[in-house]
């Protein structure tokens, strides 16, 4: 589905991440944002009415389909290792390639503005399913038992790791990055790491799976 004002529409996007990145959301002005564009101020609302509908439209690009992941992961027919393993590699592969500067989105300060509501919520859910994944696991005896938010909030801090090593600008070799990652966390949970070249041939058949179930979303399509 082709966006009204597209292309220019999602010049703003990208210079809105940049400048979020480097300045924060509170130091950046929709006229900074036009200025960086080419065009002026007005013209920008006839794209988004204010500039907390442009962070939110940066978060959904990320949250969206994050979310359309970890629902896919947890639904397969598969041991939870291999899921886990699929949607980690799935999920940092997305980071890597999206066209925005991700750094300066997730700021908790500007999460709890309640213009950007719907973000926090689906960014909590996320969250929560991924735990969710994870107790399963130690329940099957797949995973070693241990503090699931812990293990969710490190799983959170590799993630924004991996977006600071990113930096500005698309990574041209995500799938490597990816694997790494998955293959980092799952060493560390699993009650057997030995099981660990098993676990990733088993999550490299489910990765067309997670990356087909969490295809654009309805809710986010033209948006």
């Given amino acids: 589905m082709t966006r009204v004002?597209?292309?220019t529409r999602d010049r703003i996007l990208v210079?809105?991440?940049?400048?979020?990145?480097?300045?924060?959301?509170?130091?950046?002005?929709?006229?900074?944002?036009?200025?960086?564009?080419?065009?002026?101020?007005?013209?920008?609302?006839?794209?988004?009415?204010?500039?907390?509908?442009?962070?939110?439209?940066?978060?959904?690009?990320?949250?969206?389909?994050?979310?359309?992941?970890?629902?896919?992961?947890?639904?397969?027919?598969?041991?939870?290792?291999?899921?886990?393993?699929a949607y980690l590699q799935v999920d940092v592969a997305a980071i890597l390639s999206l066209p925005y500067d991700v750094r300066g989105l997730y700021n908790d300060?500007?999460?709890?503005?309640?213009?950007?509501?719907?973000?926090?919520?689906?960014?909590?859910?996320?969250?929560?399913?991924?735990?969710?994944?994870?107790?399963?696991?130690?329940?099957?005896?797949?995973?070693?038992?241990?503090?699931?938010?812990?293990?969710?909030?490190?799983?959170?801090g590799l993630l924004l790791e991996v977006v600071r090593e990113r930096g500005a600008t698309p990574s041209t070799a995500p799938a490597a990055r990816a694997l790494d990652v998955a293959d980092f966390v799952l060493r560390a949970l699993l009650l057997d790491a030995k099981l660990l070249n098993d676990v990733r041939a088993r999550a490299g058949a489910l990765v067309p799976h997670i990356t087909a179930l969490a295809a654009p979303h309805p809710e986010h399509a033209g948006a």
Avoid: N, W
């Fill in 109 to 156: 300060d500007v999460l709890r503005a309640p213009e950007l509501a719907e973000q926090a919520r689906r960014r909590a859910e996320i969250h929560d399913l991924t735990r969710e994944l994870i107790d399963t696991g130690i329940d099957g005896g797949e995973l070693v038992p241990f503090d699931t938010s812990f293990v969710q909030h490190a799983i959170t």
């Fill in 15 to 85: 210079e809105a991440s940049r400048l979020f990145a480097e300045r924060g959301y509170h130091g950046t002005s929709t006229r900074d944002i036009a200025e960086k564009v080419g065009m002026r101020q007005p013209s920008i609302y006839s794209h988004f009415a204010t500039k907390h509908l442009i962070l939110a439209e940066l978060l959904d690009a990320d949250l969206v389909p994050a979310r359309a992941r970890i629902r896919a992961a947890l639904d397969l027919p598969a041991p939870v290792a291999a899921r886990l393993h």
């Fill in 5 to 7: 004002g597209g292309a």
